[in-house]
């Protein structure tokens, strides 16, 4: 069985939990988020992308791709995605390094030996290592058990960040080598959720449900989504209080809406659906934060 996919190992992150962190994205997520900020972490497959601005247009990608998957467009150079096998070759030509491959195998070795370089960091800030994606618990979970069993054993906290949408045995095989859990909410009303994520929520609420249930330790993160999870009324927003005051948790990061990740969409040929999303102004987002204290929720806005 092939290792996971790894995009990146992002080091010194200081918004993917406590202190300062290594963050491992790993590739592939069930879930299709319009807004997504990490595009190229939703295949399961190795993507091959395109910087627009660096091709001089000069044609030795097409020329030497042995499968015609690259071809000249009406504005740009265009790839045959059904065509192309991830095979490297029109990145090793391309003198303008207009093209590059994401996603790398990984060994749990390999993974360990890099986020224990930092480890001085996560002593003086009570950090540690976050296994983020694309979706962590999608991956094979005896990787990933492994990868968190090892990094614990050398007293390094780990935490997971999730969207929930996998099945619960995923987080039985991992959940004891987990120091914290950042759950991803993003909506309860389950029309909006298939509309804006692509599947329902059902999985992701139960689970959530069943993991406070067990005892684990958990941070809720809300993206809060203009032209998604936020009205005049917060009524999405009193729904997840309503869902998450029965539940052992305490604190909630609320994650505004941004668009940093836009211009990733068209270096994967992909189309960013999010064009009408917008970030809750301030005020909106004071109001949600004191919405969620009058509850007892710690909150914090941002990660
Ligand atoms: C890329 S996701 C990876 C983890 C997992 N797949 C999830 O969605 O929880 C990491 C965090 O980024 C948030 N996020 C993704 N796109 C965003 C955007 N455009 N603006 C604000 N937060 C965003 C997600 O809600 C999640 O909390
Ligand atoms: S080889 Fe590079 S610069 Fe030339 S057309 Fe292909 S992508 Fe553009
Ligand atoms: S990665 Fe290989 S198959 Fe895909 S476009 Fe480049 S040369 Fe063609
Ligand atoms: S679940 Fe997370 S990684 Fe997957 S599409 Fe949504 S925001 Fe992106």
């Known amino acids: 069985?092939?290792?996971?996919?790894?995009?990146?190992?992002?080091?010194?992150?200081?918004?993917d939990g406590p202190g300062i962190r290594s963050t491992v994205f790993f590739k592939g997520c069930p879930l299709e988020c319009v807004w997504c900020h990490n595009p190229e972490s939703q295949s399961y497959t190795k993507d091959v992308l395109y910087n627009e601005e660096r091709c001089s247009r000069c044609g030795v990608c097409i020329s030497k791709c042995p499968n015609d998957a690259i071809y000249t467009g009406e504005t740009m150079i265009c790839l045959d995605k059904d065509k192309?096998?991830?095979?490297g070759t029109c990145i090793d030509y391309c003198v303008n390094n207009a093209r590059e491959i994401v996603g790398?195998?990984?060994t749990i070795k390999d993974i360990v030996k890099e986020i224990e370089k930092d480890r001085m960091f996560y002593e003086e800030s009570n950090g540690g290592?976050?296994?983020?994606g694309g979706e962590v618990m999608s991956q094979d979970m005896?990787?990933?058990?492994?990868v968190a069993k090892t990094c614990q054993a050398k007293g390094i906290n780990v935490a997971i960040d999730t969207c929930?949408?996998?099945?619960?045995?995923?987080?039985?095989k991992v959940m004891d080598h987990v120091d914290l859990f950042l759950y991803d909410i993003k909506l309860i009303d389950e029309e909006k959720h298939i509309k804006f994520t692509g599947k329902s929520n059902d999985l992701v609420l139960d689970n959530l449900k069943k993991l406070s249930e067990r005892g684990a330790n958990i941070s809720i993160r809300i993206p809060l989504i203009g032209g998604v999870n936020i009205d005049d009324e917060n009524l999405e927003v009193k729904k997840i209080i309503e869902f998450l005051k029965p539940l052992n948790i305490k604190n909630v990061h609320l994650l505004p809406y941004h668009s940093i990740g836009k211009h990733?969409?068209?270096?994967?040929y992909m189309k960013y659906e999010g064009e009408e999303l917008f970030r809750p102004s301030d005020e909106k987002l004071e109001e949600i934060k004191k919405l969620f204290e009058q509850n007892n929720f710690k909150t914090k806005i941002g990660g």
């Open 129 to 132: 290592v976050t296994l983020s």
């Open 264 to 268: 990733k969409y068209d270096k994967l």
């Open 1 to 15: 069985m092939m290792n996971p996919l790894v995009i990146n190992l992002q080091k010194c992150s200081l918004h």
């Open 104 to 106: 790398k195998e990984s």
């Open 164 to 172: 929930g949408y996998v099945k619960f045995q995923n987080f039985e």
């Open 142 to 146: 005896d990787y990933i058990s492994q």
């Open 84 to 87: 192309c096998t991830r095979c």
